[in-house]
């Protein structure tokens, strides 16, 4: 007697079958080029930075209980970040850098007020933003392209949650601008020291 199959199951099927007779045949996990490589290792710098900022910015001890439970919070969720993409890399059978292989530096005055901690806040959040979408658009590993994007939604949430201690605007524009892995070495570069 032949199994039933349910609707989804059967369109999966027909998918697949087209896909294959169109040459497009499920690959296995594409390997990442250099260049996803280059991308992973900026966006670990950036979550690294990030991690950095949020310890000191809390530690300052300057900010609303309010504001240093939302930037703790945010710090909580760069470091998930960071194991995440650190697990990609290793994954690809490369080494991940970490907080022993980066000295960052700030701004003179940036843990002094929490005017000051909240604008480089607000700084360092539009970074991985846009960071982030730019990943999106050029990586090509296609298992990586979830991942990134997962995190682009959590950085759009730290954008809109720092601002608020601004008085911006939570809602930012309907397309955000993405920046290219150039555009981003280029912005961390003021940070190391």
Same mark, same amino acid.
Do not use: C
């Given at each position: 007697?032949?199994?039933?199959?349910?609707?989804?199951?059967?369109?999966?099927?027909?998918?697949?079958?087209?896909?294959?007779?169109?040459?497009?045949?499920?690959?296995?996990?594409? !390997?990442?080029?250099? &260049?996803? *490589? $280059?991308?992973?290792?900026? +966006?670990? =710098? #950036?979550?690294?930075?990030?991690?950095?900022?949020?310890?000191?910015?809390?530690?300052?001890?300057?900010?609303?209980?309010?504001?240093?439970?939302?930037?703790?919070?945010?710090?909580?969720?760069?470091?998930?970040?960071?194991?995440?993409?650190?697990?990609?890399?290793?994954?690809?059978?490369?080494?991940?850098?970490?907080?022993?292989?980066?000295?960052?530096?700030?701004?003179?005055?940036?843990?002094?007020?929490?005017?000051?901690?909240?604008?480089? !806040?607000?700084?360092? &959040?539009? *970074? $991985?933003?846009?960071?982030? +979408?730019? =990943? #999106?658009?050029?990586?090509?590993?296609?298992?990586?392209?979830?991942?990134?994007?997962?995190?682009?939604?959590?950085?759009?949430?730290?954008?809109?949650?720092?601002?608020?201690?601004?008085?911006?605007?939570?809602?930012?524009?309907?397309?955000?601008?993405?920046?290219?892995?150039?555009?981003?070495?280029?912005?961390?570069?003021?940070?190391?020291?």
């Amino acid at each position: 007697m032949p199994a039933t199959l349910s609707r989804g199951a059967l369109l999966r099927r027909g998918a697949l079958a087209g896909g294959v007779a169109l040459g497009l045949a499920p690959a296995a996990a594409a !390997a990442p080029t250099d &260049e996803d *490589l $280059a991308s992973l290792r900026l +966006l670990i =710098a #950036v979550e690294l930075l990030e991690v950095d900022f949020g310890t000191q910015a809390v530690a300052a001890n300057v900010l609303s209980s309010r504001a240093s439970r939302v930037l703790g919070g945010v710090s909580a969720q760069d470091k998930a970040h960071l194991a995440g993409l650190s697990s990609l890399v290793t994954g690809a059978g490369q080494v991940p850098a970490t907080a022993d292989d980066i000295d960052f530096a700030y701004p003179a005055g940036t843990f002094g007020s929490a005017g000051a901690i909240l604008e480089q !806040a607000e700084a360092l &959040e539009e *970074l $991985a933003l846009r960071a982030y +979408l730019g =990943a #999106v658009g050029s990586v090509q590993a296609p298992n990586w392209k979830l991942p990134l994007g997962q995190i682009a939604a959590s950085e759009a949430q730290h954008v809109a949650a720092v601002a608020q201690f601004g008085g911006k605007p939570v809602l930012g524009r309907a397309f955000a601008p993405s920046l290219s892995i150039d555009a981003v070495s280029a912005a961390l570069d003021p940070y190391e020291s």
